[in-house]
């Protein structure tokens, strides 16, 4: 993982606003902080809000280059993952997407946006530091 060898000093140590960062939306306070631990040791930074119309204002602003968004599906207000997903990618098309669900992986196949990642609760940390590596490494550079 490139970004991994970086964070470890093996291509060059990376300040923390250097690292790619991952706009996370988790409802679930406990898992807020397994998230932000995981990517964090996977050598990401991460914004982690709680609710879709929070990401989706965050997003818009333009003020970070998000690499990816690791998103729950049932979250706080009228917006539910695969609403912000979508919302992003008209915004972003090429941008990474990775779903958490404890309850709606039996709707990716019709819900989710293309080129996706659906990781089911509970899920090993390390298989959601893969799962955003593997997607953002995927990515055409843009030019």
Do not use: H
Not at 41 to 62: P, Q, V
Not at 112 to 130: D, R
């Amino acid at each position: 993982m490139f970004w991994a060898l970086q964070r470890r000093g093996v291509v060059g140590k990376l300040a923390v606003d250097e690292l790619p960062v991952i706009l996370v939306i988790e409802d679930e306070y406990a898992l807020q902080g397994i998230v932000e631990d995981a990517l964090s040791e996977g050598g990401f930074a991460t914004d982690i809000l709680s609710s879709g119309e929070e990401a989706l204002t965050l997003f818009k602003g333009g003020l970070k280059n998000y690499k990816a968004l690791v998103t729950d599906i049932n979250l706080k207000g009228r917006l539910n993952g695969w609403d912000v997903a979508r919302r992003i990618r008209e915004i972003e098309p090429a941008c990474p997407v990775v779903y958490t669900t404890g309850a709606a992986g039996d709707e990716w196949a019709s819900q989710g946006v293309p080129n996706s990642i659906l990781l089911e609760k509970p899920f090993a940390p390390a298989q959601l530091v893969t799962a955003v590596s593997q997607l953002i490494n995927s990515v055409p550079p843009t030019t």
